[in-house]
Structures are given as C-alpha cells and as structure tokens.
C-alpha cells in the first residue's frame, strides 16, 4: 500500500497511525483506571443419595440420579433468589451487587456455582453462605439426595473481565490500524500525494520534417503547360485568314 503513495501521503499515514495508537493506548489507560473490579469466586457441589437411604435402595437412587433431572432441578433452586438476602449479609454488601450463575455439568451429578461481587472476600463470602442454606432444600426437593461440597469457595475469588495487559496492546493495535485508515482514506479523497495512475502510450510519432528556406522548391510536374483545347486553334486560324 505504501508503495503506492508518494512521500506527502506516506507522511500523513504514518501520522494518522501514530495519532491512532497513542489514542487508543490513552483510552484502554483511562477505561481499565474507571472500571469498576469485579471478582468471581467458584464452587462444585455433587448431588448424592442421603445417608439414610437403605443399602438395598441406593442402587435405585444413582440410577434416577444418573438420568440428569434432578440434578439440573437442584441446579435451579440453588440460583433462586430467595438464597441472596442471607448471602450479601453474611458478605456485608448489598444484594445488588451480587450475581449467582450455576449449572449442572453434563452426564454428572456435579453442579458448579459462581458468584461474582466486587471484592474477592465477599464473593467467597457470599458464595459459601448461599451454599450453606440453600442445599437442604435443592437436594431434598425431588426425594432423599444431599449436596456434598468437594471445591469450597474459599480461595477461589479471581478478578474477571479483561486485565489492563491484555486491554492495553489490544486497543493500541486498534487504534493504529483505525488512524491508518483514516488517513489514508483522506489523502484519497483530497488527493494529497497520490500517485496518479496512466494509461500506457503508443510508440512516439516522429514529427513531420520542416522545409528548408534555403531549397527552392521543385516545380510541381502537374502544373507543366497542357495542349490548348481545340478552340485556340480555330482562333489562329480565323486570323490567318
């Protein structure tokens, strides 16, 4: 593409990409220092026949747990709201900032749940709580399993979403390639140092020779004296007489 361009055009490119990396380094800067942190802690509970379940009986439980229903109905009751009042108090926060996302894992009895909070203690907290008092009544709801916590909350809280190292490099390739274009997109339209692009041109012609002054033309054959018509000599010969 630059080849294309001429010196004026190149420099105007160049500047638009400069101008557009600096800018986009300057707004990933300001859009990681405004974004509010937001942590995200992890749990896996697994769904099991109670203890109190006969021996006999317990072959008959797995089998019904093994078709994926109750657990995926566990699953439902743990997200339900009514759980979030006792967990954003034992977290000190408001409900609000709290989101809870949970789900069965597929051919399991495995359910894993997330909370997400502004801090990483309370999204522990939070977590650890909901699972405390929401697990007797998901895991009895459809007949007599338990949940067993085998990932505990604790010391599993992550920051979330895209880090300033990654944020960073990303935007300024963006903004360089979107300055790029736009400038090159005006030197376009204004014309400023484009190469402008002609068709190819026949062999030269070779102009036609001047005359000399100094020759004096040649009398031209064509103008040599003709034979007087007929006419002249009946004119001659009427005078004769």
């Given amino acids: 593409m630059m080849k294309t361009l001429r010196?004026?055009?190149?420099?105007?490119?160049?500047l638009g990409a400069l101008v557009g990396l600096l800018l986009g380094i300057v707004a990933a800067l300001v859009f990681s220092a405004v974004q509010s942190p937001n942590?995200?802690?992890?749990?896996?509970?697994?769904?099991?026949?109670?203890?109190?379940?006969?021996?006999?009986?317990?072959?008959y439980?797995?089998?019904?747990?093994?078709?994926?229903?109750?657990?995926?109905?566990?699953?439902?009751?743990?997200?339900?709201?009514n759980w979030m009042?006792?967990?954003?108090?034992?977290?000190?926060?408001?409900e609000s900032d709290l989101t809870l996302t949970t789900g069965a894992v597929a051919d399991t009895t495995l359910i894993e749940l997330t909370m997400s909070a502004g801090s990483a203690d309370a999204a522990e907290k939070s977590l650890t709580k909901l699972i405390e008092v929401a697990s007797p009544d998901a895991a009895k709801i459809s007949g007599p399993f338990v949940l067993k916590v085998i990932s505990s909350p604790e010391g599993s809280a992550e920051k979330?979403?895209?880090?300033?190292?990654?944020?960073?490099?990303?935007?300024?390739?963006a903004g360089l390639v979107l300055g790029a274009g736009i400038a090159l997109l005006l030197t376009?339209?204004?014309?400023?140092?484009?190469?402008?692009?002609?068709?190819?041109?026949?062999?030269?012609?070779?102009?036609?020779?001047?005359?000399?002054?100094?020759v004096e033309p040649k009398p031209d054959s064509n103008l040599e004296s003709k034979p007087e018509p007929d006419g002249g000599q009946d004119v001659s010969q009427k005078t004769s007489e």
């Fill in 160 to 173: 979330s979403g895209i880090s300033s190292a990654q944020l960073v490099p990303a935007a300024a390739i």
């Fill in 188 to 214: 376009r339209i204004g014309g400023v140092g484009t190469a402008v692009s002609q068709a190819p041109a026949g062999p030269p012609v070779e102009p036609a020779p001047k005359p000399d002054p100094r």
């Fill in 85 to 94: 009042d006792d967990a954003a108090q034992a977290a000190g926060v408001p």
């Fill in 61 to 81: 439980y797995w089998e019904i747990l093994s078709r994926g229903q109750v657990t995926r109905t566990a699953a439902i009751v743990l997200a339900d709201h």
């Fill in 39 to 59: 942590y995200e802690a992890k749990a896996v509970v697994v769904m099991m026949p109670a203890p109190g379940v006969p021996v006999a009986e317990t072959s």
């Fill in 7 to 14: 010196g004026s055009a190149r420099k105007v490119v160049a």
